[in-house]
Nanobody, 122 residues
Framework: QVQLVESGGGLVQAGGSLRLSCAAS????????MGWFRQAPGREREFVAA????????NYADSVKGRFTISRDNAKNTVYLQMNSLKPEDTGVYYC???????????????WGKGTLVTVSS
């Protein structure tokens, strides 16, 4: 079993920054790709960013490219999402998830955290 716990959410003004963390416990996620997803009120959950097991490759939704950066520290079993130049449309609950493979391409997710709320005011 893997437990994922997100933290770092909060209220921020447009243009501001937040750094989300996803701490894994139970089993290591060092050999798994990891991802961040978000769900805005009244909308479906959507992909935000993903990172391969080594951190060598990353992928981003077009809406966050150039503003968000995903990274990981395998020694700490933690994944991060640095969010800059935040916009009101970035508001939502942010979830981290473990992919079933070492690379995110073509893989599904098998473990999810409970999410952390990000609210961006205009």
């Amino acid at each position: 079993q893997v437990q994922l716990v997100e933290s770092g959410g909060g209220l921020v003004q447009a243009g501001g920054s937040l750094r989300l963390s996803c701490a894994a416990s139970g089993r290591t996620v060092s050999y798994s790709a990891m991802g961040w997803f978000r769900q805005a009120p009244g909308r479906e959950r959507e992909f935000v960013a993903a990172i391969s097991w080594s951190g060598a490759t990353t992928n981003y939704a077009d809406s966050v490219k150039g503003r968000f950066t995903i990274s990981r520290d395998n020694a700490k079993n933690t994944v991060y999402l640095q969010m800059n130049s935040l916009k009101p449309e970035d508001t939502g609950v942010y979830y981290c998830a473990r992919y079933t493979s070492s690379h995110y391409s073509g893989s599904g997710m098998d473990y999810w955290g409970k999410g952390t709320l990000v609210t961006v005011s205009s």
